[in-house]
């Protein structure tokens, strides 16, 4: 709704702008939580923009500036910056960053990009840390087994390849990723690389507990990782 009424604000000569900032914090702030409300405000700035036009033209724009000022301060959540003691540093960062590009571009677009691209980073690097790789050995068998737990991608695949030993002399390897998940092209290249050394150095290399997608990834990109 929001975009077509943007579309049609630019057919008319008007500025698209964003009612979930000003109208939808307003209404909520002053007990209007319901439809009835969305649709007077929605009417109400109708009638102030058609029928009201040569009236509302005279209005100076010193205080239409004034309005927005007001309209900022009331919108903005001064807890926010309270709760930055009290938040993890991470989101601190983010949210320091989005209000900062905001403020030098001009465009909230912007400062709302950079706040997703630095938290899907944040993100990537914590996920990165919970991947670990578990070693033991079966002398019966002359076995070395690792199991994988975690999430295994572009963050943590190099991580990931650095915890096999690649001149181990055990007869046989087992990697176990039933508690792991492959999920992009550079996880199976890691685990690839990994399977090929290790078989070039004379070891039998066995692996398990894949599931369903993580297979489909490794019979599309490294068949031959299967293979015993």
Not at 64 to 84: E, K, N, P, Y
Not at 213 to 225: E, G, K, Q, T, Y
Request: hydrophobic share 55%.
């Amino acid at each position: 709704g929001l975009g077509l009424a943007n579309v049609a604000a630019g057919l008319f000569g008007g500025i698209a702008g964003c009612g979930m900032i000003g109208q939808t914090v307003g209404n909520v702030r002053y007990g209007g939580r319901g439809r009835l409300s969305t649709l007077v405000a929605g009417v109400f700035l109708l009638v102030v923009m058609v029928p009201l036009r040569p009236w509302v033209a005279q209005v100076p724009v010193a205080a239409l500036v004034a309005i927005m000022v007001m309209v900022s301060i009331s919108t903005f959540s001064w807890g926010s910056l309270r709760d930055l003691a009290r938040h993890p540093k991470v989101s601190g960062v983010v949210m320091l960053a989005t209000v900062a590009v905001t403020v030098a571009t001009h465009d909230l677009s912007a400062g709302v990009a950079v706040g997703v691209l630095l938290s899907g980073v944040f993100f990537a690097f914590k996920v990165m840390r919970m991947m670990r790789v578990d070693v033991a050995y079966d002398a019966g068998t002359d076995t070395r087994v690792y199991t994988v737990s975690g999430q295994v991608f572009f963050a943590s695949a190099e991580m990931f390849a650095d915890r096999f030993d690649l001149r181990d002399t055990a007869a046989r390897v087992r990697i176990d990723l039933t508690h792991a998940h492959l999920w992009d092209v550079t996880a199976v290249a890691a685990l690839d690389d990994v399977v090929a050394k290790m078989r070039s150095h004379g070891m039998v290399v066995e692996l398990v507990g894949l599931n369903a997608a993580s297979a489909v990834l490794v019979d599309r990109h490294a068949p031959l990782v299967m293979g015993v």
